[in-house]
Structure formats: structure tokens, C-alpha cells
């Protein structure tokens, strides 16, 4: 059926907390579908046996039974869901039990500070999770409430300022997973885009033994310039793990997208965002710098060593 | 023959020509036909403005990356779309719908408050303008049509959109109050003889439920909207995180009105439906008392289930069992509407006039758009589809195949009675056709959306499998809305000039306002038939074989009950006590959240604030004393007693004023912290309904100055009295929560 | 530790409760003649829900271990017990007892509705004030004023509604309203219960484990303090508001049914003017 996808969709669970979904859905979709026939079918066959033709229909007084019965078929119904929602939630949502988080997001206008405590690693927007286990989530936000929704893999939840809230993110495969930011949070709300790559648990450790490594100094001359360019113009104040206004850059080139998801990450795009970034992401917090074309590829050159 | 004899001669025509036409007949008009006309063409302009705004989402959403508007004007159109739907179209409609009805239901000749209902009317005319303004005063609000703080407050939004929004639906709040006060005056005191409040039509029931859940509901919002513009405008800290406000309390608050809001939509469009099936069934309604039972039912269910909005919040897992349950509870009175609506169709004698067609719609598509809000309620789904195109698809299947159907039934129905013309037949399947083909292709393939993992109010979306034919799809299914809408308005026009002369009742329906001609008379009925039951026309035209001798059953009149100022008086004060109990829940959540009672404890003097509440106490003795005086004949005590109840209110404002300066000074303000800007919004709104008192009572002081009052009572007097005692009582309650309980904590 | 054995240990004996509910049982049926009318079984129900309210498991959870179940017992002495007490009195005693002058003029102060709600969502409210409600846990005697105060005052509330004159009840549309609002009261203290911090009751933080079922609360039925706290103020709120919506139904359903029986035997006008709607209904 057409409706079933790969990509990023409820219909293609990858986690057990999202099987576990689409099972209480489809049971909805079957009771809906019931309840909805059961009407259509009343207003139909009305609609054909019941025409006006003419007669004056007498008057009758009802006693309750019709409607007893269905508020009686009613409850037993919403029971029905009921039992099966209170399981799906123990699955999609066991306690956390005073276990410390794997994994910290925090929601930015318009982009994901990712952290791992027990590594001190940070990312942003692209997550990496090894397979097969269940990992605890802490979701905040630096300003507004943002949404964390990865729908192959897991429940979605609000990043609240104030609030951190906890949820269980797993996956049962290697794969990519697309999600995205699930509450409007301003200009550019549509491009908080979520990559999460699930990796066997070798090929994570390595990622990750990478991401804890300083990246090697720039080679090319283009390269070096472009370190002293990136120095010069302070980006740290904003791009630094601990003021964390922007993403962290010290890994950067190893990411599939930028900006939040909007492009991908090639050194035309990286162009293209640092020449003119409101025109690719209009509305974006970062500063036009109004470089010139020299130093933008030597900029250019030097991010793309920070892999 | 002189002017004057003239004048005479023609005396009685005259005038009232000059009254009844033209432009300044409408403006100044009190009837509540034109007032509720007024109402509905208000709707309808907005109608048009706010589906333009839906075009452009469609547009700019049509195919994938696209760059048909830029991000932040698209938010404003979404925004704007969601607040203009809600709040200038579907509110007007429902509420102009009950305004021109409800007193031809009854038999009534206008409505209880007829100079209210005029202000009602102008106040929604002048919002609508007020926040449209907001586009020319540097942009419209785009925080979307519930504003989610922090996002709503500075630093994020530092225009001024967000205010004009905050103030046009305060204006439009304090409209539908009014509204509702006057239906439930007129339902309860206006009724012609005979008609028994079991025996009113559904329509006019389900107007009456309603009017309870807007007085309980919207003081809820006004009281939120207060909150976020002292935030805004005053450096307030109700929403803001940043420094210790709660994001989610303003959630809470704002779903307590907003989940009863979609009831208040959807009453009015339940009775729309509960007359149109059955006319053109040819037969009763199928379980009239469980239709107006379960109305009770939903509207006490409907404050019971506001957190079903917050399951992505991270509420904890008994609260959102328990809410989600409740959601699931509300179902039932609603499916047993559905259930009885149908099945009244069966064994009927059905005519598929443009109205039953979208009635017999509404019933399949709202009970499509029931059933995924129940899919809501099962809770790991809500974690997955909440704020994403399922849910988009699901409100639009109740609001728009709901209401909006029951909407369009409603005017083709009642068109004739307030036009003395009938719609046309032709244009109105073509409006059908074009609104239930091009609804369901815009809003089917959203829940797929949803489903794909599309959120919603995104500007643009990547280029993922399929998101962009469907998106595409809905887009198509948008310009035959809106070419449904265009024939609506057409067939609006055309047939008011053209139409088919209609006659007192084109349906042959049974309800008393088919008993007068259309359009009705100014006196609306110049003589209302008996009313013996519920179908009052049928009744008449099958009299029953044989009849009790008249009047030989005895007469119930008791003791005259309340009067009908004094009832009006009390609707009010129980709306504006939700209104108080809101802003003491804020007091009450940041005493404990935020440890507000420690500086209560120590900058407030409770001694001094209790001698100025012993002013208050007195005033409100002396106003009884003035009611008092007035039974006894005494207009002179009267006057005094008046005079001494100003001057103690007089004497309290004085001493909140002190007491004011005094922390004030001591830089104990209403941004400084949240101790500030609790007790500054509770007392100040205290004060400020203690100052309208002191006004109303320089009115009475004037109007007995004047020899107004006569003995024993006067409605004034009492109406007045009541207003005062409540705010005197609102002030023990305030005293006890915020100085006795600062002493608890000291 | 099975819930059976739970309840086994859990199940005091109480003999004042015993002897209270057998003798007013007994005393209910030597009154009026052991028949078997609705009046008899409401009132013996409801005997039977105030035995088990005060005597069961649910009266040594809720006084040591659980707040919630606290909770349950008072919704049931308050929400249950009373309503079905009330329906049980056949209204041909009141009259006869209101024959009495002294006896009507207490009846007509004590049953006004004002007297009724103040009374009763007062001490419902007054009895959760922390200091309060600590104190009932502490001293028994404290806690049996409690639960008197709290059946005598209920009683007083669900008159107007439920009693057995008519007369002394409000009409349908004062019934629904008087409902309401003790609906909204009653939420009101729900939630401020279920969001407020732990600890609101600070007795239930560390019970006094003399039954050896602790562990079995907190961690088989995972009802640690602050789910228990939310737990109890949920109680009192959704299925609390239930009971109140079911008395609302109620009131509209023999509203309609008497409406459809006056119409029915009448076929001329019905007089009803302006005001009528509020004033007392007969039937």
C-alpha cells in the first residue's frame, strides 16, 4: 500500500516502543472503522430506504433502550482501548527508576545541542545511538518549548524551559531516522530538523571515540588561513559547548545536513549558508559576516577539516 | 392641512419609516434579528478573510521547499487563520445564529437585554478590525492561535502583534459573556406561555447549556490573556522561565478555556442539526430527552479534559491516565447524539434539500472527526501524532465537517425566515458538492501527513516520499473550498435580491418561529400559537382526539422566583468569579512553586490590610441598609446609606492605594519578582472591579438625587447591591489567600 | 504476598463501627417493617458501603500507608453513603415527623440548600487543611469526629437533591447548578492536591509498616508518596466530579420524566410563566 514508507513515518516502526504504537493503532483504526460503519451504514441505507414519498410519518414516544445499550457498548469500547493504552504506555514509557541519562538534548531556536554525559562528547542536530538498547533521554530547551519527535523510533515529547523531562529512545536496527521539532517555536520551526543514525554498537564507539578526539590541525594553506579567519571573527562566542548560542562546530564536517536539516552538508552549501545564511534559512540567528569570496573558501576550508 | 396635522395624520408611520430603513436603522438598531444578522455577516466577511489565509498555507505548503511566502509571513497567516476561524467566524456565527433565533423559539418578542445585545454585536464588528490592524502596525501575531509562552512573551516576540491578539480576544470575550448572560436571562424569564423548559426546542437548549459553559469558560481565558499582557507590557513574570514563571501554567490555563471553547463552537451546531434532521425526516427526533441530557453531560465533562492537550508534556503518568480517561468518558453523551441523530433518519420520510445534505455530511464526517479524537485519548498514540498533520486533519473534521457544515445547513434553513426568500435549490448542491468533495480531499490526506511525520505550522517541509503529492493534493482540495465558498456568497446575494418568495414556513417545521411571517415583524409574533409540546405547529395541525377541559389543571405559579435583572447580575458575577479564581490559582501555584509567601511574609503589614478589609465589610452593611431604607419608603436614609457605602469604598481604594505606594516604594513592584506580580494582578483586578462599583454606585447616589427609586424596590438597587457584596466577598477570599496565609507562613 | 492475605491481614474488626452499622440497620428495619421495597434495599447498600468504608482493608490503608486510600474511604462517606441513605427513607416518615413543629422548623433550616453546601463542601475542605488532617491521623477520637462530621454534613448536602420531600428539593435547573459547584469545589482541592509538592501530608511519607506490606505498595503496586499523593487528588476530582454528574443526570432525568408525565395526562396549556423554572418542582 502506498501509505507504508520507509522513511520517517509512524508506519515503520524501528523500536519496540514504536511497534508498540502502531499496534494500538491499528486496533483504533479497527474499532473507528466499526464504530464509523455502523453510523455511515444508518445514514445510507436512510438515505435509500427512506425517501420522501409522500407520507406523513405518525408520532411515536421512545422509551431509553436504544440509547442505554449504546452508552453501555460505549463504555465497554473505551474500555477496550483503555486496557491496551495503560500497557502501551508501560512499554513506550517505563520508569526512569533515578537512572542518570545516556543521551541530553536541548532545543535552540532553530537547532539540537546534543550532549553525552558519560563521554562529554557534543553534537548538534544529528544524534548517533548504538542498537538495541534502550537509552534515557533528558529533553530541555535553552528558550522556548521545542519537541522532540522521532517517529520510527519513539514517543515525541515537549522540550519545556524549566521542565527537563525524561523519555527512552531505542532503535532496532542500524539505519537513519529522520524526525523533527513537533512544536512551533518560531521563524524558522519547520527546518529543526532530527537525524538520528543508529549504528552497530563497534561502528558507535568508534563515532564516538572520534567525536571525543580533537580534530587534526589544518594542512592546506587555504585551510590554515581559514583557522586564523575562524579566530578572528570570534565564532567561538557563539559556537562553543558552553555558551552554546550555536552548535558546537568541533565535529562538524562529519554531519550529513546543516542549518538544522535545511541543506546538506557539502562545501557549496557550507558556502552558499556562511555567504548568505537568511537566504537559506531566512530568519536564522546566524550573522551575515558579508565575507568576501576568498575568505569564504578558506573558511570554508578549514570547517571542512573538523571532522 | 398643516405640517403638524400631517405629522399627525401620518403620526404613527412616519417615524417609524424613518427608523426602520436605512444605513442608521441598522447602527442604532436593538432588534435582535438585525443584531443578529449583524453577527452572521460579520462571520461571513471573516469567513472569506481567514479561508484567504488558508489559501495561502495551501499555496505555500502545495509542493515541497516552496518559497511562495517567507517563513514569518506564513506563521502570521496561520496564526491569523486559526484565530480568525475560531474567534470572528465560527463564535459570530454560532452566537448571531442563537441571537436571531432563540427569542422566535420561545416565543419571546426580543431578548432579555436588548441595549446588551447591541453592544455584543458592535464589540465582535470593531475585533475583528482591531486585530487585523496589527498587520499595518508591524505585523500580525505568529505565535500560532494558542500562543504557547515563553514563545508569546519578550524577549521571543518583541512586536506588537502578540498584544493586538491578547486585546482583540479580550474584546470578543467580553462580547460572548454578554451573549451569554442575555441567553440565559431570556431563556429562563422570556418564555410565551406553555413553553416548558422541557419542551424547548433544541436549538434553544443547547444555546442555554452553552451560555453556562461560556460563563465559565471564557473569564478563564480573559484572566490568561490579563496574565500574558501584564507579562508583556509590564514586566510581569506569570510565563517566563527565564526567571521563575512556568511556561506550562500558561497551558493550563489556556486549554481550561480552550477545550471548553470547542464545545461552545460545536453546542450550537448540535442544535443546528437537531432541528434540520428531523423537518426533513418528517419525523420527532429520536430520544429528545437524551439529546438534552447529554448536552449537561458534555458541558460538565467538557472542563474535566482540558489536559488531553498536554499528554507531550511530560505530566506524569496518573495525570494523563486520568484526563485521558475522561476524554474517553466524553465520548459517550456525544455518541449518543450521533446514535439518536441518525437513527431518526430511519423509518423517516427523507428530503435531501441543500440543508440535509449538509446535515446528513456532518453526521459522517464529525463522527469521523470524534472518532480520531478518541485516538487521542489512547495515549502512546497522542505521544506519537499530537502537533503533527493528524492532529491538523482531525480539528478541521470537527470544526469544519462539524461545524462548518452545521453552519452552512443552518443558513440554508433559516435563510428564508429572516430573508422572506428562498436560497437557491441549484446553487446550494452546487455550494454542497464543491464543499463536501474539496473538504475531504484537503483534510483526508492530512491524517496520512500526520502519520508520515509531518508536524504541524512548519512553512515548508523537506522533500520526503509522498509528503509532496499529498500536500499537493490537499492543495487542490482548498480551491474547491473556496469556489464553494464563492457560489455560498453568490447564492447569498442572488437569491436575497431574487430569490423564491418563501412564505411563513417553506419547510413545514413545527417550531414557533415558522409560526409568524417571514421575515418576522419587528414584535416578532403578533400572536403565538399554543404551545403544548414540542412540536407546537404539529401539535396544531393534529390536535389530539380529546382534550382536557383548559385550565382545569391547576397552575403551578409560585412565588414569583428571581428577577430578571438580578438573574442577568448573577450570571455575571459567576463569570467574573471564575475570572478571580484563575488569578488566585496563580497567586496560590507560585506561593508554592516559587516561595512567594516568604516575601509576602515580610513586606506585607496583614494588621493594616485587615482594618482597611473592615471599610470594605461595612460598605457592604450599609448597602443592605440602603435596601432597607428603600423598603421602608425612606429615600433619604436611602441616599445616605448609598453615600456612606462610596465613601467606605472610597476609604478601602485609599488605603490599597497606601498600601501600594508603600511597597512600591519599598521597590516591591510588579516586575521585580513573582511575589510582585501576583499580588499586584490579584489586588489590582480587585480594585479595579471595587472602582467600577464606587461608579455604578455615583449613578445610584445620582439617580436618587433625582427621585428615581421608588418604594419598595428597585432592580437597580438590588442589581448594584449584588455586584458589591460579590466584591466584597471576592475580598475575604483575596485577604485570606494572600495575608492570612502569609502570617500561616511566617 | 498475595492480595488476599493483604486483606486478610489488613481487616480490622472494629466493634464500634459493628455495632454502629447493625444497630442502624436494625433500627431502620424495625421502623419500617423488614419489606422489601427500593427504599429498604437503597438504605441497607448503603449500610453495607459504610461498613465496609470504615471496616475494611481500605479503613488500615488508608489510616498508615495510603493517602489515596484515605481518599476513597472519604469519597465513599461522603459521595456514596449519604445519597443511598437518603434514598432510603420512605418519605412517609419525614412527613410524619415533620408533623412535629420543632422537628419541621430544624428540617426547614438545616435542609435550605445554602445551609446544605456551606456545611458540606466547608468540612470537606476544612478536614484537607494539612494541620487538620494530620490531626484526625493522630488522634482517634479527632478522626471519628471526622468521619461523623463528615456523614452528618453530607447528609445536609444531598437534601435539596436527593431527600425524600419534595418540597424541601430545589427545581431541576438550582438542582444542576448546586451540583456544579460542588463539582468545581471539589475539583478545585483535587487538583491543588494532585499538583502541589509531596509532602503535603506528611504522615503518609513514612508509615508505620506494622503489617509488613510496604514493599508490596511501593514496589508492586508502585504507589511511591508522590504517585499516591496524585493518586488521591485524581480521586477526588474525575471520579469525584463523577459521582456529581451521575446526581445531575439524575435530576434532569426525573425532570423530563415528570414533564412527559404531566403532558401526557394533560392535553390543555400549561401555565408556566417567567420565573417558574426555579422554583420548586412537584415530583
Same mark, same amino acid.
Request: aromatic share 12%; net charge neutral; with cysteine.
Given at each position: ?98 537512572? &542518570? ?139 562553543? &559547548? ?52 576568498? &575568505? ?12 | ?64 521547499? $516552496? ?154 481565558? $480573559? ?443 519599598? $521597590? ?79 | ?61 488508608? =489510616? ?36 412535629? *413543629? ?38 482517634? *477520637? ?66 508505620? =509498616? ?65 420565573? =417558574? ?7
Amino acid at each position: 500500500m502506498v501509505l507504508i514508507l520507509k522513511i520517517g513515518s509512524v508506519f515503520s516502526p524501528a523500536s519496540p516502543m514504536a511497534e508498540a504504537t502502531l499496534r494500538l493503532l491499528y486496533l483504533l483504526l479497527i474499532l473507528g472503522t466499526a464504530v464509523l460503519a455502523v453510523i455511515a451504514v444508518i445514514v445510507v441505507v436512510s438515505a435509500i430506504r427512506f425517501r420522501d414519498r409522500g407520507r406523513e410519518v405518525p408520532e411515536e414516544h421512545k422509551r431509553g433502550t436504544t440509547e442505554v445499550f449504546w452508552i453501555l457498548g460505549a463504555a465497554v469500547l473505551l474500555l477496550v482501548i483503555l486496557v491496551p493504552t495503560v500497557r502501551t504506555m508501560r512499554v513506550v514509557d517505563p520508569p526512569a527508576d533515578g537512572r &542518570s541519562p545516556d543521551l541530553v538534548v536541548i532545543g535552540h531556536q532553530f537547532w539540537w545541542e546534543i550532549r553525552y554525559p558519560a563521554s562529554g562528547a557534543v553534537a548538534a542536530n544529528e544524534i548517533h545511538i548504538p542498537v538495541g538498547r534502550p537509552w534515557l533521554v533528558r529533553v530541555e530547551s535553552a528558550d522556548v518549548i521545542h519537541n522532540f519527535w522521532v517517529p520510527q523510533l519513539a514517543r515525541k515529547i515537549d522540550a519545556t524551559p524549566g521542565y527537563p523531562v525524561t523519555m527512552w529512545l531505542e532503535a532496532s536496527s542500524p539505519d537513519v531516522f529522520l524526525g523533527a521539532c513537533g512544536e512551533f517555536c518560531g521563524v524558522e520551526h519547520a527546518w529543526m530538523r532530527i537525524r538520528v543514525v543508529a549504528q552497530t554498537p563497534v561502528a558507535f564507539q568508534a563515532w564516538l571515540r572520534e567525536q571525543s578526539r580533537p580534530p587534526a590541525p589544518p594542512v592546506t594553506p587555504d585551510a590554515i588561513a581559514g583557522e586564523r579567519l575562524y579566530q578572528r571573527l570570534a565564532c567561538v562566542n557563539c559556537h562553543a &559547548s558552553s555558551v552554546a548560542v550555536g552548535p558546537d562546530l568541533t565535529h562538524m564536517a562529519g554531519r550529513a545536513t546543516l542549518a538544522g536539516g535545511v541543506i546538506q552538508n557539502t562545501p557549496a552549501n557550507l558556502t552558499r549558508w556562511l555567504g548568505n545564511p537568511d537566504a537559506v534559512k531566512r530568519g536564522s540567528l546566524m550573522p551575515d559576516f558579508h565575507l568576501d569570496e576568498r &575568505s569564504l573558501r578558506q573558511l570554508v576550508a578549514y570547517l571542512e577539516t573538523l571532522k | 392641512m398643516n405640517h403638524a396635522s400631517m405629522a399627525v395624520a401620518a403620526g404613527v408611520a412616519e417615524p417609524r419609516e424613518r427608523e426602520t430603513r436605512g444605513l442608521y436603522a441598522w447602527i442604532a438598531s436593538l432588534d435582535h434579528k438585525q443584531l443578529g444578522i449583524i453577527y452572521l455577516i460579520t462571520g461571513i466577511i471573516f469567513l472569506i478573510v481567514g479561508g484567504m489565509e488558508a489559501l495561502v498555507i495551501r499555496m505555500q505548503l502545495a509542493t515541497p521547499r $516552496n518559497t511562495f511566502v517567507s517563513p514569518d509571513t506564513f506563521n502570521q497567516m496561520f496564526t491569523m487563520h486559526g484565530t480568525t476561524m475560531i474567534f470572528l467566524v465560527v463564535i459570530p456565527l454560532v452566537i448571531g445564529l442563537g441571537i436571531y433565533l432563540v427569542p422566535l423559539q420561545i416565543g419571546a418578542r426580543d431578548m432579555a437585554y436588548p441595549r446588551l445585545n447591541a453592544l455584543g454585536a458592535w464589540l465582535v464588528v470593531l475585533a475583528g478590525p482591531l486585530l487585523y490592524y496589527s498587520f499595518i502596525a508591524g505585523g500580525a501575531p505568529n505565535a500560532g492561535w494558542f500562543s504557547y509562552a515563553p514563545l508569546s512573551e519578550r524577549p521571543y516576540s518583541m512586536g506588537t502583534g502578540i498584544d493586538y491578539w491578547i486585546l482583540g480576544l479580550f474584546v470578543l470575550g467580553i462580547s460572548t459573556i454578554g451573549a451569554a448572560i442575555n441567553f440565559i436571562v431570556t431563556i429562563i424569564k422570556l418564555r410565551a406561555p406553555g413553553m416548558t423548559m422541557t419542551r424547548l426546542p433544541l436549538f434553544t437548549w443547547m444555546t442555554f447549556v452553552n451560555s453556562f459553559i461560556i460563563l465559565a469558560a471564557l473569564p478563564v481565558l $480573559n484572566a490568561s490573556l490579563a496574565m500574558l499582557l501584564i507579562d508583556r507590557q509590564l514586566g510581569g513574570h506569570f510565563f517566563t522561565p527565564q526567571s521563575g514563571g512556568s511556561a506550562i501554567l500558561w497551558q493550563h490555563f489556556f486549554w481550561s478555556f480552550g477545550h471548553p471553547e470547542v464545545y461552545i463552537m460545536v453546542l450550537p451546531a448540535f442544535g443546528v442539526i437537531s432541528e434540520v434532521i428531523p423537518v426533513f425526516s418528517r419525523k420527532a427526533i429520536f430520544g429528545y430527552e437524551f439529546i438534552a441530557g447529554s448536552t449537561v453531560a458534555i458541558a460538565f465533562l467538557s472542563f474535566s479534559v482540558w489536559a488531553h492537550h498536554m499528554f507531550v508534556v511530560g505530566l506524569g503518568r496518573a495525570a494523563d491516565i486520568f484526563f485521558a480517561i475522561a476524554s474517553m468518558l466524553i465520548a459517550i453523551p456525544t455518541g449518543v447524539k450521533i446514535l439518536n441523530w441518525s437513527v431518526t433518519l430511519w423509518g423517516g420520510a427523507i428530503r435531501f434539500t441543500t440543508p440535509m445534505l449538509f446535515a446528513m455530511a456532518f453526521l459522517v464526517q464529525f463522527t469521523f472527526g470524534g472518532i480520531t479524537g478518541v485516538s487521542f485519548a489512547a495515549i502512546p498514540l497522542d505521544w506519537q501524532v499530537e502537533d503533527s498533520y493528524y492532529l491538523v486533519a482531525h480539528l478541521h473534521y470537527v470544526a469544519v465537517g462539524g461545524i462548518v457544515f452545521a453552519v452552512f445547513a443552518a443558513f440554508y434553513y433559516w435563510f428564508p425566515k429572516m430573508t422572506g426568500r428562498m436560497l437557491s435549490e441549484t446553487l446550494g448542491k452546487w455550494n454542497f458538492w464543491l464543499w463536501f468533495v474539496g473538504f475531504n480531499l484537503t483534510f483526508f490526506v492530512q491524517h496520512i501527513l500526520g502519520l508520515l511525520g509531518m508536524p504541524r505550522r512548519v512553512w515548508t517541509y523537506p522533500d520526503l516520499p509522498h509528503w509532496g503529492s499529498y500536500n499537493m493534493i490537499s492543495t487542490v482540495g482548498a480551491y474547491l473550498l473556496a469556489a464553494g465558498t464563492l457560489v455560498f456568497v453568490y447564492n447569498l446575494i442572488v437569491s436575497f435580491r431574487r430569490g423564491a418568495p418563501a412564505g411563513d414556513n417553506p419547510w413545514h417545521a413545527w417550531t414557533l418561529e415558522w409560526a409568524t411571517p417571514s421575515p418576522p415583524p419587528e414584535e416578532n409574533f403578533t400572536l403565538v400559537p399554543p404551545i403544548r409540546g414540542r412540536r407546537p405547529l404539529w401539535d396544531l395541525a393534529h390536535p389530539p382526539a380529546e382534550r382536557a377541559s383548559a385550565g382545569a389543571r391547576g397552575q403551578r405559579r409560585e412565588a414569583s422566583a428571581i428577577g430578571g435583572a438580578e438573574l442577568g447580575m448573577l450570571a455575571f458575577i459567576g463569570s467574573e468569579a471564575v475570572f478571580f479564581v484563575i488569578l488566585i490559582i496563580a497567586y496560590g501555584y507560585y506561593h508554592e512553586a516559587a516561595h512567594t509567601g516568604t516575601v509576602a511574609a515580610r513586606v506585607l503589614d496583614p494588621a493594616r490590610a485587615g482594618v482597611n478589609t473592615l471599610f470594605l465589610l461595612a460598605s457592604s452593611g450599609t448597602m443592605w441598609l440602603a435596601g432597607k431604607s428603600l423598603a421602608r419608603g425612606n429615600t433619604t436614609g436611602l441616599l445616605r446609606w448609598i453615600a456612606a457605602t462610596i465613601v467606605l469604598g472610597a476609604v478601602f481604594l485609599f488605603g490599597q492605594a497606601r498600601e501600594w505606594t508603600a511597597l512600591i516604594g519599598r $521597590n516591591v513592584t510588579i516586575s521585580r519578582d513573582l511575589f510582585g506580580t501576583t499580588f499586584f494582578t490579584l489586588t489590582g483586578f480587585h480594585g479595579l472591579h471595587v472602582f467600577l462599583g464606587l461608579l455604578l454606585l455615583l449613578m445610584l447616589f445620582g439617580l436618587g438625587l433625582r427621585g428615581q427609586f421608588k418604594a419598595p424596590r428597585s432592580a437597580g438597587l438590588e442589581v448594584v447591591g449584588i455586584y458589591w457584596h460579590f466584591v466584597d466577598a471576592v475580598w475575604i477570599v483575596v485577604y485570606s489567600v494572600i495575608y492570612l496565609w502569609s502570617v500561616l507562613v511566617r | 504476598m498475595t492480595v488476599w492475605q493483604v486483606i486478610q491481614r489488613a481487616w480490622t474488626w472494629e466493634p464500634s463501627v459493628i455495632v454502629g452499622c447493625l444497630a442502624l440497620a436494625g433500627g431502620y428495619l424495625a421502623a419500617g417493617g423488614a419489606r422489601r421495597t427500593h427504599h429498604a434495599v437503597a438504605f441497607i447498600a448503603g449500610v453495607i458501603v459504610l461498613f465496609l468504608a470504615l471496616d475494611s482493608p481500605l479503613d488500615t490503608l488508608g =489510616d498508615t500507608y495510603l493517602f489515596s486510600a484515605h481518599m476513597v474511604q472519604h469519597l465513599l462517606l461522603i459521595l456514596i453513603v449519604p445519597p443511598l441513605l437518603l434514598l432510603g427513607v420512605p418519605p412517609a416518615w419525614v412527613e410524619r415527623a415533620r408533623r412535629v *413543629s420543632r422537628v419541621r422548623r430544624l428540617m426547614s433550616a438545616l435542609g435550605a440548600p445554602r445551609v446544605g453546601w456551606g456545611l458540606g463542601i466547608g468540612t470537606m475542605v476544612l478536614w484537607h487543611v494539612p494541620v487538620l488532617y494530620t490531626a484526625a491521623l493522630a488522634h482517634g *477520637s479527632v478522626h471519628v469526629l471526622e468521619h461523623l462530621s463528615f456523614l452528618a454534613t453530607s447528609v445536609l448536602f444531598w437534601w435539596p437533591v436527593l431527600g425524600p420531600i419534595d418540597d424541601a428539593r430545589l427545581a431541576p435547573l438550582p438542582a444542576i447548578l448546586y451540583l456544579t459547584a460542588a463539582a468545581l469545589a471539589s475539583s478545585i482541592l483535587g487538583i491543588v492536591i494532585t499538583f502541589a509538592q509531596v509532602g503535603l501530608y506528611p504522615f503518609y511519607l513514612l508509615p508505620v =509498616d506494622r503489617l509488613g506490606i510496604e514493599p508490596l505498595i511501593r514496589n508492586v503496586w508502585g504507589l511511591s508518596p508522590d504517585v499516591d499523593q496524585e493518586v488521591g487528588g485524581l480521586l477526588m476530582w474525575i471520579p469525584g466530579g463523577l459521582v456529581y454528574l451521575c446526581a445531575i443526570l439524575g435530576v434532569m432525568s426525573r425532570w423530563y420524566r415528570t414533564a412527559e408525565h404531566e403532558e401526557r395526562s394533560s392535553g390543555s396549556d400549561d401555565d408556566r410563566r417567567d420565573g =417558574d423554572v426555579l422554583a420548586p418542582v412537584k415530583g
